[in-house]
C-alpha cells in the first residue's frame, strides 16, 4: 500500500472534477492511484455527504457518470461490509479520518448452480489515519471492517470503475454467495427516500 506525499488539496468538488478529466481510457491502476495521491481532499468539503447510522455504514453518492462513480462510506464503531465483490471492476480508496481494515479472499470451487463456493482468506491491509491512504486495487472479493477496537468512526472516499447497481455477497460460515442489488443512503447531500439513521 504505497503513500506519496500530497501535493494538492482540493474540496471534494474539484477532486472528482479532476477524476472526470481522466479519459476513459486511462481511468485504471497506473493513473487513478498518481491521482490520489497527488490530490487530497478539504475535510471540510465532505460535510455534506457525512451521515452516520447506528444500523450499518452508509453509503453516500457524491458523484457519478458513466466512467466513474465515487462514494463517501462512514463507519460507525465496529462496522463492516460484507464480504462482497465489484464484479471485476477496480475500486480506490482514500481514508479521510480514523482506520479501517480490509481482508482479501480467494474464491475457489465456485458452483453456480448451487451458488456455493469456497473462501480461502489472503492478504490484509489497514488504512490507518492522520494521512490519506489508498489501496492501488481493491481484491475482486474483500471485506472492509472499522474495527471495534479502533475505537473511533471512520470515513473513507471510494472511487469505483464504472457505477455498479449490483454485486456479489459471500456468506463465509455457509460457503454461499447471492447477487443483491446496491443502494445509497445518500444522493448528493441529501437522505434518499425512506432512508433512516437511527
Known sequence: MPKAALRAELSIFDWVHGLAQIPAREFDNEHIPRYISEHAIERSSLEPFIFFSSRRYTRNLVFKNNVFECLLICWDIGQSSAIHDHNGKSGWIYLVDGRLFVQNYVVEARDIVH????????????LAGGHPAFIEKEQNVHKVCNVAGYG?????????????????????????????????????GRLCPGMSLD
Request: aromatic share 10%; with cysteine.
Open 115 to 126: 451458488r456455493t463456493c469456497r473462501l480461502i482468506p489472503t492478504t490484509t491491509a489497514e
Open 152 to 188: 473511533r468512526r471512520a470515513i473513507s472516499v471510494h472511487v469505483y470503475q464504472q457505477p455498479m447497481s449490483e454485486c456479489e455477497i459471500y456468506a463465509l460460515e455457509t460457503g454461499t454467495y447471492q447477487v443483491v442489488s446496491l443502494s445509497y443512503t445518500s444522493e448528493y
